[in-house]
């Protein structure tokens, strides 16, 4: 590449990506900073990305760096790379909404809370069907470590941070207790991106919750497939409700 056409890039009125200093995991924070900029709309469907001298000059890292975070975007969805055209944003139809990377910069830009929304009914039908699993195969092993998960979420009404420790020991000893893994799986990461959202707060509701736990084990200690089922499915639904933060958009 000229030294003019290098020039003549640099002067074109590119749109800045708000990008941190990054880190020593140098590609982990482009890429991070970048999928953040396509999902808060910085950098629109259609649009092409900025060449690689000018991502390289506002994140202050190497063609190499910059090339290897474009390939990290195009396998999440985000963008398509072609000879001729240059590297283009992909429409939010064709991002990869379970990749961590994407599904974190979705729940952190979600103005309205439809993600967590999303998230909390996906999650819901998920759950239950694992709880659904788990009535059918769950063994006296199993009863008893449920059994000890939900006995220290008793013991803990008073103490918030015990509590959820103990609800989420819960819920993954019901996972363990299923054999259907890829919904464990979705599920976990489902979840992990909710709880490290600061919207996604513990309520104060323990009581309730507790109550909503008793009724998932008592119909997988009776081995009602239905009644975990629905259950679980109620219990997740309704615990976001109580979270939920108020949003006049809704």
Same mark, same amino acid.
């Given at each position: 590449?000229?030294?003019?056409?290098?020039?003549?890039?640099?002067?074109?009125?590119?749109?800045?990506? #708000?990008?941190?200093?990054?880190?020593?995991?140098?590609?982990?924070?482009?890429?991070?900073?970048?999928?953040?900029? =396509?999902? @808060?709309?910085?950098? #629109?469907?259609?649009?092409?990305?900025?060449?690689?001298?000018?991502?390289?000059?506002?994140?202050?890292?190497?063609?190499?760096? =910059?090339?290897?975070?474009?390939?990290?975007?195009?396998?999440?969805? $985000?963008?398509?790379?072609?000879?001729?055209?240059?590297?283009?944003?992909?429409?939010?139809?064709?991002?990869?909404?379970?990749?961590?990377?994407?599904?974190?910069?979705?729940? #952190?830009?979600?103005?309205?809370?439809?993600?967590?929304?999303?998230?909390?009914?996906?999650?819901?039908?998920?759950?239950?069907?694992?709880?659904?699993?788990?009535?059918?195969?769950?063994?006296? +092993?199993? !009863?008893?470590?449920?059994?000890?998960? $939900?006995?220290?979420?008793?013991?803990?009404?008073?103490?918030?941070?015990?509590?959820?420790?103990?609800?989420?020991?819960?819920?993954?000893?019901?996972?363990?207790?299923?054999?259907?893994? !890829?919904?464990?799986?979705?599920?976990?990461?489902?979840?992990?991106?909710? @709880?490290?959202?600061?919207?996604?707060? $513990?309520?104060?509701?323990?009581?309730?919750?507790?109550?909503?736990? +008793?009724?998932?084990?008592?119909?997988?200690?009776? @081995?009602?497939?239905?009644?975990? +089922?629905?259950?679980?499915?109620?219990?997740?639904?309704?615990?976001?409700?109580?979270?939920?933060?108020?949003?006049?958009?809704?």
């Amino acid at each position: 590449m000229s030294s003019d056409t290098r020039a003549a890039e640099r002067s074109v009125a590119y749109p800045t990506i #708000a990008a941190r200093r990054p880190a020593p995991r140098l590609g982990v924070t482009v890429v991070a900073e970048l999928v953040d900029a =396509i999902v @808060r709309g910085d950098l #629109a469907p259609d649009s092409s990305l900025p060449p690689e001298a000018v991502l390289c000059e506002q994140f202050g890292v190497s063609r190499t760096v =910059i090339r290897e975070s474009v390939k990290r975007l195009e396998e999440k969805g $985000l963008v398509s790379v072609a000879q001729g055209r240059g590297t283009q944003v992909l429409p939010a139809s064709a991002w990869n909404m379970v990749d961590a990377t994407v599904l974190s910069a979705l729940v #952190a830009n979600d103005a309205t809370l439809g993600i967590l929304d999303d998230l909390s009914t996906v999650r819901a039908s998920l759950e239950g069907l694992i709880a659904r699993d788990a009535a059918t195969r769950r063994t006296t +092993e199993d !009863l008893e470590r449920l059994g000890a998960a $939900l006995q220290l979420m008793r013991d803990s009404l008073g103490d918030e941070a015990t509590f959820s420790t103990a609800d989420v020991a819960f819920h993954t000893t019901v996972g363990e207790m299923s054999t259907n893994q !890829l919904a464990v799986n979705l599920v976990s990461i489902l979840f992990g991106q909710a @709880r490290e959202s600061a919207r996604f707060h $513990l309520h104060s509701r323990l009581e309730t919750t507790l109550e909503e736990h +008793e009724r998932v084990f008592a119909a997988i200690e009776g @081995r009602d497939p239905d009644a975990a +089922e629905t259950a679980m499915r109620s219990h997740i639904v309704d615990a976001w409700e109580r979270r939920r933060p108020p949003n006049p958009r809704r």
